[in-house]
């Protein structure tokens, strides 16, 4: 019997009861399908829409991608239920409808404002064109007169001739000829304008000129009068830089009488002999274009020309271009002191009141 029950259990291990598998094999592979479906039924791509809805108890994953989709598309979630999502209400549309009216006014006058501001800054470049065009035209015709009286006035050959260009002709004509009496004139013929700079000299304009003229290797420099007549005037005092006499023949001669003097005016400290009262006078000393020549010019403190040497040299340390009035005094032992009588200008130009019609 033993062996029959242990032949019995190994026999049944072995084989089991075919209608025990029978059962079980349906049983188990029907669980797994309705496992399965129940899987795929409960996946949120196998969820019907109606239980996304508001009020549905689905949540996961499905909800979430349906929330972002719908988010994406400007849909909010606080439709009311059973309202159509696409209804827009009436007080909105005509909301629009003004909106959309006064953006076309606000288009149009814009348009017209905009149009009328061209025709505007289109009408200013052609006036802004014309003027241009019209001050080209000018300053080319008096450049052309500026070359042509420049080119006549160099190359004149004769003291006469070459006062028909120059300024104050009635004055000037006779220090024209005390000069080229003692220098020599010769014709000149310009190379080139180099440049041409605006200025004043008295409240009148004039115009600086660099000119390369042949044969010559420093630019020539030409002061040039707009004057009131139209014409241009050359400043020939300022050109030669003209002086009465030799300035040795001067500290030679020691005058008495007054002389204009063009000269270079600086600061100085040396007092001597009737100029030695420094409390009295302010010393400054005074040089000359090309020429090694110096003097000691003294001007009263107390006197225009000294307080206004004085202030305009105090911190200047170049010289300063002037045109003195200078005179020795009666029977000095100093060389070279002399009385400054008169400023006459802060440059090398006469403009004084005095005038002389030019023929």
């Given at each position: 019997?033993?062996?029959e029950?242990?032949?019995g259990?190994?026999?049944?291990d ?5 209608s ?13 399908r ?6 795929r ?17 689905f ?8 929330d972002?989709?719908l988010?994406d ?5 606080d ?7 696409s209804?827009?209400?009436?007080g ?10 006064l ?14 501001h061209l ?6 470049a052609?006036?802004w ?6 001050e080209?035209?000018s ?8 070359e042509?009286r ?13 006062a ?10 006779p ?5 080229y009496l ?5 014709a000149?013929?310009?190379s080139?304008i180099?440049?041409i ?11 600086v000129?660099e000119?390369?003229?042949e044969?010559?290797e420093?630019?020539?420099?030409l002061?040039?009068?707009?004057c ?7 400043d020939?005092?300022s ?6 006499v030799?300035?040795?023949?001067y500290i030679?001669?020691?005058?008495t009488?007054s002389?204009a003097?063009r ?5 100085d400290?040396?007092y ?14 005074l ?7 110096f ?9 225009v ?10 911190e200047k ?8 009035q ?13 009385l400054?009588?008169k400023?006459?200008?802060?440059s ?9 019609t030019?023929?």
């Amino acid at each position: 019997m033993a062996e029959e029950d242990g032949l019995g259990k190994r026999s049944e291990d072995a084989a089991p009861d075919e209608s025990s598998q029978v059962i079980r094999l349906p049983v188990q592979a029907a669980e797994s399908r309705e496992a399965g479906e129940a899987r795929r039924d409960l996946s949120p791509e196998n969820v019907p829409l109606e239980s996304m809805m508001p009020g549905s108890e689905f949540t996961g994953e499905g909800k979430l991608k349906l929330d972002s989709a719908l988010e994406d598309l400007g849909v909010g979630w606080d439709t009311p239920e059973g309202a159509s999502t696409s209804a827009i209400p009436m007080g909105w549309l005509a909301l629009i409808v003004v909106l959309l009216i006064l953006l076309g006014v606000w288009g149009v006058a814009t348009l017209n404002n905009g149009a009328g501001h061209l025709r505007s800054r289109e009408a200013a470049a052609d006036t802004w064109n014309e003027r241009s065009a019209l001050e080209t035209v000018s300053a080319e015709r008096w450049l052309e007169r500026l070359e042509v009286r420049m080119d006549a006035y160099l190359r004149a050959s004769s003291v006469e001739e070459k006062a028909r260009y120059v300024r104050d002709r009635g004055r000037v004509l006779p220090l024209m000829k005390d000069y080229y009496l003692r220098h020599p004139l010769t014709a000149e013929k310009v190379s080139v304008i180099k440049n041409i700079r605006p200025t004043e000299v008295g409240k009148r304009p004039f115009f600086v000129v660099e000119v390369a003229v042949e044969g010559e290797e420093e630019l020539g420099l030409l002061l040039v009068e707009d004057c009131e007549d139209g014409e241009l005037r050359f400043d020939w005092e300022s050109e030669v830089t003209y002086q009465p006499v030799e300035i040795a023949s001067y500290i030679e001669n020691k005058p008495t009488e007054s002389m204009a003097f063009r000269a270079y005016a600086q600061l100085d400290s040396f007092y001597s002999f009737e100029f030695s009262d420094q409390s009295r006078y302010q010393s400054f000393k005074l040089t000359f274009r090309e020429d090694e020549e110096f003097l000691f010019g003294y001007a009263d403190r107390s006197s225009v020309e000294g307080r206004g040497l004085l202030a305009l040299l105090e911190e200047k340390e170049e010289g300063l271009p002037v045109l003195v009035q200078l005179r020795f005094s009666q029977d000095t032992k100093s060389v070279r002191s002399v009385l400054i009588e008169k400023v006459l200008a802060t440059s090398w130009v006469w403009s004084g009141e005095e005038r002389h019609t030019d023929p």
